[in-house]
């Protein structure tokens, strides 16, 4: 909420990009970044930079695309939980742990979970 008021207010005194292409193209470019100081083992406060630097983008993009970045990240979090719940469910049906499950076996549960 804060990045989207403050990248608001600048775009209301005309410091903002001309449209969302060029927005996205910022996402991409924050995005490489990231990358780059993953790949580097770069530190934790770059990384940490880096990963704000991108979540800062991505809220600006949202205001382009008429989304608002809060709710889809709440909505992004209902979903998980509920397909996460899913794969809990039917391993206790199947008489499994998650923790005891291999990482295709959730998957394959997730995806289930994907079409309920």
Do not use: P
């Not at 490489?32 to 530190?43: A, D």
């Not at 939980?81 to 291999?102: C, L, N, P, W």
Request: proline share 0%.
């Amino acid at each position: 909420l804060k990045a989207y008021r403050m990248t608001d207010k600048a775009s209301g005194v005309g410091f903002d990009w001309e449209n969302k292409e060029d927005c996205w193209a910022k996402v991409l470019e924050e995005m490489n970044e990231l990358q780059e100081e993953v790949k580097n083992n770069g530190s934790n406060e770059r990384k940490d930079e880096e990963f704000g630097d991108l979540l800062f983008a991505l809220v600006n993009y949202s205001r382009f695309i008429k989304v608002n970045a809060d709710d889809a990240l709440e909505h992004a979090n209902v979903k998980f939980k509920r397909r996460f719940t899913y794969i809990e469910q039917s391993a206790k049906e199947m008489g499994k742990s998650v923790a005891d499950m291999t990482l295709k076996e959730m998957d394959a549960l997730w995806n289930e979970a994907k079409t309920v």
